[in-house]
Nanobody, 118 residues
Framework: VQLQASGGGLVQAGGSLRLSCAAS????????ISWFRQAPGKEREFVAA????????DYDDSVKGRFTISRDNAENTAYLQMNSLKPEDTAVYYC????????????WGQGTLVTVSS
């Protein structure tokens, strides 16, 4: 599976962005999809995940109620809708695919930069 993240950019605090993660390959629907982010000088951290079927999404507490993860298996694409953005959301965002039964991503996208100005 090859992943291509897009949709990052510069936005003011309180604004919104939608990130996309386009996947190649016919087995996209068998992977759970996660979003991670890495801010300058910090370690990469988990943001959100969605199972292969699209049910029961999981979120880090820092984004609950503001971000929504979704996927369209017919389009081989996952999304991260980010609302009420804060300056501390500034980071490079990565999408990742995890095979069923694995606990850590098997594939990573190249990252897309989100910058939130105050």
């Amino acid at each position: 599976v090859q992943l291509q993240a897009s949709g990052g950019g510069l936005v003011q605090a309180g604004g919104s962005l939608r990130l996309s993660c386009a996947a190649s390959g016919r087995t996209f629907s068998t992977y759970s999809i996660s979003w991670f982010r890495q801010a300058p000088g910090k370690e990469r951290e988990f943001v959100a995940a969605i199972s292969w079927s699209g049910g029961v999404p999981d979120y880090d507490d820092s984004v609950k109620g503001r971000f929504t993860i979704s996927r369209d298996n017919a389009e081989n694409t996952a999304y991260l809708q980010m609302n009420s953005l804060k300056p501390e959301d500034t980071a490079v965002y990565y999408c990742a695919a995890t095979a069923i039964g694995n606990s850590w991503p098997d594939y990573w996208g190249q990252g897309t930069l989100v910058t939130v100005s105050s």
